[in-house]
T-cell receptor
Framework: DAGVIQSPRHEVTEMGQEVTLRCKPI?????LFWYRQTMMRGLELLIY????????DSGMPEDRFSAKMPNASFSTLKIQPSEPRDSAVYFC????????????FGPGTRLTVL | AQKVTQAQTEISVVEKEDVTLDCVYE???????LFWYKQPPSGELVFLIR??????QNEISGRYSWNFQKSTSSFNFTITASQVVDSAVYFC????????????FGTGTLLAVQP
């Protein structure tokens, strides 16, 4: 079975540009999570979805960040406009709710905003 | 509030030594889950183990073992006979049961195993 798939793996962009990160969860999983990892703040949850519905977006840093999950097999995290302080590794994780609570992580997207 | 503390920022050992990574947690939930994840230099996060709050039995998986003690709110991880491939950042994490899906991570412990 394929794990969580994220694209792109690396993204370099200039300040002010729009960035879209993509995630395909493990088939059958109905919870999806977006995390950001930085040296300063460690791993922090940005938002999570249950059955495609956003449940908690309190971790989204500001209005420049938005996330969508139009169907069970796809989610996006968009930053518009991007800023240098958004540079981080963004992880997507998925989980099968109700069975157990381990989340399976994708390989991450390393974002660099110049 | 939930919190996970990994007081050891960095540990360096020589290959074949045993090493224990400490994890202390705080939660008000009666049902909760504890996890360990490994992040090797390649960057991915690899799930190692899950423990629920009702199961205090220690677990052993090969060279890895976990000691869960509710009395001290600790969930420590021991690697026996460490190997260079064990070099990674190890994260302890906590989540509540039921509708609470947030995975609260500790700050991680960087383990360097020298040959």
């Amino acid at each position: 079975d394929a794990g969580v798939i994220q694209s792109p793996r690396h993204e370099v962009t200039e300040m002010g540009q729009e960035v879209t990160l993509r995630c395909k969860p493990i088939s059958g999983h109905n919870s999806l999570f977006w995390y950001r990892q930085t040296m300063m703040r460690g791993l922090e949850l940005l938002i999570y979805f249950n059955n495609n519905v956003p449940i908690d977006d309190s971790g989204m840093p500001e209005d420049r960040f938005s996330a969508k999950m139009p169907n069970a097999s796809f989610s996006t995290l968009k930053i518009q406009p991007s800023e240098p302080r958004d540079s981080a590794v963004y992880f997507c994780a998925s989980r099968l709710a109700g069975e157990n609570n381990e989340q399976f992580f994708g390989p991450g997207t390393r974002l660099t905003v110049l | 509030a939930q919190k996970v503390t990994q007081a050891q920022t960095e540990i360096s050992v020589v290959e074949k030594e045993d090493v224990t990574l400490d994890c202390v947690y705080e939660t008000r939930d009666t049902t909760y889950y504890l996890f360990w994840y490994k992040q090797p230099p390649s960057g991915e996060l690899v799930f190692l183990i899950r423990r629920n709050s009702f199961d205090e039995q220690n677990e052993i998986s090969g060279r890895y073992s976990w000691n869960f003690q509710k009395s001290t709110s600790s969930f420590n991880f021991t690697i026996t006979a460490s190997q260079v491939v064990d070099s990674a950042v190890y994260f302890c994490a906590l989540t509540g049961g039921g509708a609470t899906n947030k995975l609260i991570f500790g700050t991680g412990t960087l383990l360097a195993v020298q040959p």
